[in-house]
Each structure stands twice: as structure tokens, then as C-alpha cells.
């Protein structure tokens, strides 16, 4: 009987130690199921996050694009406008020029606190830059906005101009916009569209290595 009782005993506990671990394993798969399902959330939730800031960008950008190819309202278009290369001082019929015969070298991209020539600055036009002037009585709050812009971009220039028919212009090849306030929106809409104009024949070539010492 003893014997019989002891196995018995064995077999007891031993069910006991199979029914714990059986419990021991379910509470895992539970803890599993748990952390899984945190985790999901965790990865659904972050994915639906990363997607709407896509998303936003994506529309950011598709906007900015649209706005760009919009008409900007007060450029005036100028066609049919030589690109030769000559010698001395042209008679630009624009103020300033925006685009025709000139100089054999071009202007160093950049911010210039002095007036430049004409001759050299369109040949920068001709290579993509968007040329900002501005009269040299603009106050200082509106010259700095303009530094800003300018002053970031490598085929930018920004400069002086005696006898602007407003505060600022600016201008690309074949393209004037006159503003009266540097903080115009239009004026960072023209710079996003005609900058390195792909039309033109020479976009993208070198905007230094030619005359002039910008400050900046």
C-alpha cells in the first residue's frame, strides 16, 4: 500500500508540475499576444504618423510646384532676345536689363552693396541666375529680407540699381517682376520658378569664376 501511495503521490505532483507549467505557458502566450499587439499599435500608429507627414509633404510640394507654374501676376515676358557677346557699353532698353547682347564674361553670383555692370550681370542671367535689384534708398528691414534670400542660393544676385521704377525688381532671362515690398510672396514664387530656367541654352553654367567680389 505504501508503494501504491507514494506513486500515487509522484504521479499527483508530477500532474501538479505539468497543470503549472501548462498555466506558466498560457500566462506567456498571453504576455506574447499582449506585447505583440502593443507593439503593432505602436508600429500602425507610428506608420499612420510617418504616412500623414508624407502626405503632407508630398501636398506641399505638389503645391508649391502648382504655384510655380501658375502665372505670377505683374511679370511682364520679353521674347526674341539676343544672346551674342560684345564689347563696351549696350543700350538695354529695360530697367534693368533682362537679357540681350552682353559682355564675354559674366558676373559672379552673389550680394553686392555696390552697383554692377549691366553688361556682365546679364550674362549671369543667361547662365540661370535670377538678379534681384533694388533702389539703394531701400530701408534696412527690407534689404535684409532680400540678403536672406539671396544670399543662399548659389545663382543669385543681389544688387543695387540706380533708377528702378520700384523699391525692388526682380529679373531672369526674358522675365521682370516689379514689387514695391521686399516681403512680397510673389517675389520668392518668381525666384522658385525661373531660377535655372532649363530653356535657357547655357542654365546651369558657371556663376563664378568670372568678374566681381561679392560680400556674400
Known amino acids: 500500500m505504501a508503494g501504491t501511495g507514494s ?8 500532474a501538479q508540475v505539468a497543470a ?9 502566450r498571453r504576455r506574447t499576444i499582449v506585447a505583440v499587439s502593443v507593439v503593432g499599435a ?16 508630398a501636398r506641399q510640394t505638389a503645391a508649391a510646384e502648382a504655384e510655380a507654374e501658375a502665372p505670377i501676376e ?15 557699353v549696350v543700350d538695354y532698353e529695360q530697367t534693368p536689363p533682362v537679357g540681350g547682347p552682353h559682355n564675354a ?20 542671367l543667361e547662365h540661370g ?3 534681384i535689384t533694388y533702389d539703394p534708398a531701400l530701408p534696412a528691414d527690407q534689404l535684409e529680407i532680400l540678403t536672406e534670400l539671396a544670399a543662399g542660393e548659389s545663382y543669385m544676385l543681389l544688387t543695387p ?9 526682380a529679373t531672369a532671362w526674358g522675365y521682370q517682376l516689379p514689387l514695391e515690398d521686399a516681403a512680397d510672396p510673389r517675389l520668392e514664387t518668381f525666384v522658385r520658378k525661373y531660377l535655372l530656367n532649363p530653356d ?10 568670372g568678374i566681381g567680389e561679392p560680400v556674400a
Open 7 to 14: 506513486r500515487k503521490s509522484r504521479e499527483e505532483r508530477a
Open 20 to 28: 503549472l507549467r501548462e498555466q506558466q505557458k498560457r500566462a506567456e
Open 42 to 57: 505602436l508600429v500602425v500608429g507610428l506608420l499612420g504618423w510617418a504616412g500623414v507627414v508624407i502626405v503632407g509633404q
Open 74 to 88: 505683374g511679370v511682364q515676358e520679353y521674347a526674341d532676345l539676343s544672346f551674342d557677346h560684345v564689347e563696351g
Open 105 to 124: 564674361v559674366w558676373l559672379n553670383c552673389g550680394v553686392y552693396d555696390t552697383v554692377v555692370p549691366d553688361e556682365n550681370a546679364v550674362h549671369a
Open 129 to 131: 541666375a535670377v538678379w
Open 161 to 169: 540699381y540706380e533708377g528702378l521704377g520700384s523699391p525692388v525688381v
Open 200 to 209: 535657357l541654352p547655357e542654365a546651369g553654367a558657371l556663376c563664378s569664376n
